[in-house]
């Protein structure tokens, strides 16, 4: 059994969660890597991990909106590590929905991937928490506490999880400590943002510009390594952006 702290990533395949994982990996971590559908991502990240240090990295395939899925994703880490050190729930769905015209679906889908999977994750890798003395780190959003216009749900999901780091920082101290990340502009969504919109967003952002993925990495890290006083907290990565009313 490898003596390195070990790190479990939710949608770690791609964007924000593989600089995560690349990140913690970087800091000396053994990482299992979560994803839902972009498995030839999430294999070639934990081969690039294995070849700088062999047998360091792990990949687990679960729709954590699913019951299933959740139960599935801890017996694969607890099938791993006999220990977890670092949590992070960074998987989410993001979609807009027009209120008034809602869709159960919708509902469902957000909420449940975006708040009950990961509330539902740590109760189930608790055990293996506690035995660490470790730690869960939520990405949050922005929008969790500035609602983004037309994304109601996505919204409402996220500022749950901001109430769920908050309470099991609580609940589960002194044995796990239990922080949030909530970035602001970092990497645009994949569809639906135009050009006059992303700078609408960045006039109304301090630094001006947009961030990288991997300041929300070094975040995590900085949370989940380098801060064992700390717990209950949310810091904006956002470059000011939550300055602006």
């Given at each position: 059994?490898?003596?390195?702290?070990?790190?479990?990533?939710?949608?770690?395949?791609?964007?924000?969660?593989?600089?995560?994982?690349?990140?913690?990996?970087?800091?000396?971590?053994?990482?299992?890597?979560?994803?839902?559908?972009?498995?030839?991502?999430?294999?070639?990240?934990?081969?690039?991990?294995?070849?700088?240090?062999?047998?360091?990295?792990?990949?687990?395939?679960?729709?954590?909106?699913?019951?299933?899925?959740v139960d599935d994703l801890a017996?694969?880490?607890?099938?791993?590590?006999?220990r977890l050190d670092i949590l992070v729930n960074n998987a989410s769905r993001f979609y807009p929905n027009e209120v008034g015209a809602t869709q159960a679906w919708q509902w469902d889908d957000l909420i449940a991937s975006n708040l009950r999977g990961p509330y539902f994750l740590v109760e189930a890798l608790l055990p293996?928490?506690?035995t660490a003395g470790g730690c869960v780190i939520n990405i949050v959003d922005i929008h969790a506490e500035r609602p983004m216009p037309g994304h109601a749900v996505y919204n409402i999901s996220k500022a749950g999880l901001a109430m769920m780091t908050r309470t099991l920082a609580w609940e589960l101290g002194p044995a796990v400590r239990v922080n949030g990340v909530a970035p602001g502009a970092i990497l645009w969504p994949e569809s639906g943002t135009d050009d006059a919109e992303k700078q609408a967003i960045l006039d109304r952002t301090a630094l001006g510009r947009v961030g990288a993925a991997?300041?929300?990495?070094?975040?995590?890290?900085?949370?989940?390594?380098?801060?064992?006083?700390?717990?209950?907290?949310?810091?904006?990565?956002?470059?000011?952006?939550?300055?602006?009313?």
């Amino acid at each position: 059994m490898s003596s390195n702290k070990t790190a479990l990533v939710t949608g770690a395949a791609v964007r924000i969660g593989a600089a995560t994982a690349r990140t913690l990996h970087e800091r000396g971590c053994d990482v299992l890597i979560h994803c839902n559908s972009k498995r030839a991502e999430a294999d070639a990240l934990a081969a690039e991990f294995n070849d700088a240090r062999p047998g360091s990295a792990h990949v687990a395939q679960a729709d954590l909106s699913l019951p299933r899925g959740v139960d599935d994703l801890a017996q694969a880490c607890r099938a791993v590590f006999a220990r977890l050190d670092i949590l992070v729930n960074n998987a989410s769905r993001f979609y807009p929905n027009e209120v008034g015209a809602t869709q159960a679906w919708q509902w469902d889908d957000l909420i449940a991937s975006n708040l009950r999977g990961p509330y539902f994750l740590v109760e189930a890798l608790l055990p293996a928490l506690r035995t660490a003395g470790g730690c869960v780190i939520n990405i949050v959003d922005i929008h969790a506490e500035r609602p983004m216009p037309g994304h109601a749900v996505y919204n409402i999901s996220k500022a749950g999880l901001a109430m769920m780091t908050r309470t099991l920082a609580w609940e589960l101290g002194p044995a796990v400590r239990v922080n949030g990340v909530a970035p602001g502009a970092i990497l645009w969504p994949e569809s639906g943002t135009d050009d006059a919109e992303k700078q609408a967003i960045l006039d109304r952002t301090a630094l001006g510009r947009v961030g990288a993925a991997g300041d929300i990495a070094s975040a995590v890290a900085y949370l989940a390594l380098d801060a064992p006083y700390v717990t209950g907290q949310i810091l904006a990565v956002d470059g000011g952006r939550s300055l602006n009313v």
